[in-house]
Antibody
Framework: QVQLVESGGGLVEPGGSLRLSCVVSGFTLSDFYMTWVRQVPGKGPEWISYISSNSKNIYYSDSVKGRFTISKDSARNSLYLQMNSLRAEDTAVYYCTRGGSRSLRHMDVWGRGTTVIVSS | EIVMTQSPATLSVSPGERVTLSCRAS??????LAWYQQKPGQASRLLIYDASTRATGIPARFSGSGTGTEFTLTISSLQSEDFAVYYC????????FGQGTKLEIK
């Protein structure tokens, strides 16, 4: 069964760091594009980053560029998001999603999310 | 950035009714559009991609149409499990989502 399980969220002070993890099962991580999407409750989702199947292509939205880093470890079946210099506006539920095998278009599998709260 | 606008924000409907949700793009996205269903505490589910192709396992009562800037998601006969929030997403130029339409029980 294809599944994505996020973890690592929590309460962090402004300027702090957090590392999110997403463990995947039911498919091979190196075969698919993977993304991180976040959502403030009551609002629409926001795409923030993706990594290609071969890890050669990595992109970020302007809202997180220079502060967040996406990576993956296929041996551990895990996707990561290192978040530095966190701001109050980064408060959201963070989702790991799966894209296609040759490109990122729609996202066919989502995790349940992990909550990040940035507050003093 | 391509802005996706969904309407209405909330729709009160009864089980068995036919419902149409709208999504408008601020510029043409061709047919590079997907629809998702989101329920509290559950993983979001891909319903439709490429504007009109049903994803694997999605019931035939869900259908998508449109191209360019105007898109619709139609649910032909609402079931109790369909009450949820629905989002459209364009992937023609980067990736942006609409703000959602909530289907609630009348």
């Amino acid at each position: 069964q294809v599944q994505l399980v996020e973890s690592g969220g929590g309460l962090v002070e402004p300027g702090g760091s957090l590392r999110l993890s997403c463990v995947v099962s039911g498919f091979t991580l190196s075969d698919f594009y993977m993304t991180w999407v976040r959502q403030v409750p009551g609002k629409g989702p926001e795409w923030i980053s993706y990594i290609s199947s071969n890890s050669k292509n990595i992109y970020y939205s302007d809202s997180v560029k220079g502060r967040f880093t996406i990576s993956k470890d296929s041996a551990r079946n895990s996707l990561y998001l290192q978040m530095n210099s966190l701001r109050a506006e980064d408060t959201a539920v963070y989702y790991c999603t799966r894209g296609g095998s040759r490109s990122l278009r729609h996202m066919d599998v989502w995790g349940r999310g992990t909550t990040v709260i940035v507050s003093s | 950035e391509i802005v996706m606008t969904q309407s209405p924000a909330t729709l009160s409907v009864s089980p068995g009714e036919r419902v149409t949700l709208s999504c408008r793009a601020s510029q043409s996205v061709s047919d590079n559009l997907a629809w998702y269903q989101q329920k509290p505490g559950q993983a979001s589910r891909l319903l439709i991609y490429d504007a009109s192709t049903r994803a694997t396992g999605i019931p035939a009562r869900f259908s998508g149409s449109g191209t360019g800037t105007e898109f619709t998601l139609t649910i032909s006969s609402l079931q109790s499990e369909d009450f949820a929030v629905y989002y459209c997403q364009q992937y023609n130029f980067w990736y942006t989502f609409g703000q959602g339409t909530k289907l609630e029980i009348k």
